[in-house]
Structures are given as structure tokens and as C-alpha cells.
């Protein structure tokens, strides 16, 4: 069975700053789909990034940004220029190939300061 | 274009009583999905369909949870009797299809108290 962790129950950034989210997965399959969601505080989950495992080229979204290993199977993601509506509980998901089943870690919450 | 709609919010019961929550989708979204997140956890899938169709319910407690969605619009959830360790936020999901460039969007969720 897949499985994913964050390790970084908390994190917190300076405005303008630059902020990685740090996640690993487990997995034999070869082809999958890694995903970051957003959480704001009483707010819809929205996604943030997605990543193709087939693809070397890291993903990525203005100022949103990953570092996919493939190999040692950590999926991080890079916030640059932090501003504070990036606040949020982020979720690191994982997709099989064939499936629509997300599989969440356990999320890390970030904190941005003026 | 409206996103997805469920209703409740917030319900507090008590354990052993009954609750019902309920989704609407984006219109004409096809795959609705319903996750279950407790508190400190990400979000686990309790059940996917497709239309009015059971894609996968692997990780439905059926004994105590049921779902339906009618006419493969709205749907319902349910928990007949409710535990304590449903105490969650039941999040609603929809997508135009299945497939992986088919995104799943999230509903606000239904807090559930279960005393």
C-alpha cells in the first residue's frame, strides 16, 4: 500500500521569503501522480501543483515550485516570495496511475509573518 | 461557476443518534467523492462515484456508513449509529470525470461533533 509523510507538523516564514515543504512517499508502482493542496482556515482545499512521475522536469506554478526525486521518492515543495495569504494547512498527495484515490499525508501548517 | 455545496456546516450529536450530510456538486461534474479528515489527519477517501455508480467504497465502514447519490447529481452521506471516533470534518469532492487530469474540487466540509 501507498503511504505518505510529512514530517514538518509546523513551519513558519517571513514575508517575501522563501519556504520549502518537505514530503516522502512510499510506493512500488512506477507511474503515479504527486499533488500539493492548500487548506486556508475554514476554506475549500484547492490544488496547488501536480507532479507526473514520468516527468523529470519539476513542476511549476508562479511562485509555487517542486523538487521531485524520484529515486529516493521525496516530493518538496518550494513557496517563494511568501505572502500571507499563503497561510495554510498544505497537504502532500499521492495518485496511482490508474486509480482517482488521493492519498494525503498528514499536512503541514504554515505560518507567514509580516 | 459555483463550487461544490454541502450542508451542513457544523452538526454536533450525540453517540448512537443518526446524521446525514449532504453534497452538490459542480454542475456537470460526473465523479463525486466523499473523505473523511480527523482532526491532526489528512483526508482518507470513504467513497467514489461515478454518475449514480459505486466506483470504490473500500474504506466505507458499511456497517454504520452509507451513501448514495440519486439521479447522479446530489448526494448523501450517512451514519447511523454514530461513534465518537467519527468526529471529523466530512469533505465533499467532485471532478468533471474520472482520470488523472480531471481535478477534484473540495467542498468547505460538514464539522461533525459526535458526544
Known amino acids: 500500500a501507498q503511504t505518505v509523510t510529512q514530517s514538518q507538523p509546523e513551519m513558519s516564514v517571513q514575508e517575501a521569503e522563501t519556504v520549502t515543504l518537505s514530503c516522502t512517499y512510499d510506493t512500488s508502482e512506477s507511474d503515479y501522480y504527486l499533488f500539493w493542496y492548500k487548506q486556508p482556515p475554514s476554506r475549500q482545499m484547492i490544488l496547488v501543483i501536480r507532479q507526473e512521475a514520468y516527468k523529470q522536469q519539476n513542476a511549476t506554478e508562479n511562485r509555487f515550485s517542486v523538487n521531485f526525486q524520484k529515486a529516493a521518492k521525496s516530493f518538496s515543495l518550494k513557496i517563494s516570495d511568501s505572502q500571507l495569504g499563503d497561510a495554510a494547512m498544505y497537504f502532500c498527495?499521492?495518485?496511482?496511475?490508474?486509480?482517482?484515490?488521493?492519498?494525503f499525508g498528514t499536512g503541514t501548517r504554515l505560518q507567514v509573518f509580516p | 461557476e459555483a463550487g461544490v455545496a454541502q450542508s451542513p456546516r457544523y452538526k454536533i450529536i450525540e453517540k448512537r443518534q443518526s446524521v446525514a450530510f449532504w453534497c452538490n456538486p459542480i454542475s456537470g461534474h460526473a465523479t463525486l467523492y466523499w473523505y473523511q479528515q480527523i482532526l491532526g489527519q489528512g483526508p482518507k477517501l470513504l467513497i467514489q462515484?461515478?454518475?449514480?455508480?459505486?466506483?470504490?467504497d473500500s474504506q466505507l465502514p458499511k456497517d454504520r456508513f452509507s451513501a448514495e447519490r440519486l439521479k447522479g447529481v446530489d448526494s448523501t452521506l450517512k451514519i447511523q449509529p454514530a461513534k465518537l471516533e467519527d468526529s471529523a470534518v466530512y469533505l465533499c469532492?467532485?471532478?468533471?470525470?474520472?482520470?488523472?487530469?480531471?481535478?477534484?474540487?473540495f467542498g468547505p466540509g460538514t464539522r461533525l461533533t459526535v458526544l
Open positions: 498527495a499521492y495518485r496511482s496511475y490508474n486509480t482517482d484515490k488521493l492519498i
Open positions: 469532492a467532485s471532478s468533471l470525470g474520472q482520470g488523472i487530469y480531471n481535478e477534484q474540487f
Open positions: 462515484f461515478q454518475n449514480n455508480g459505486v466506483v470504490d
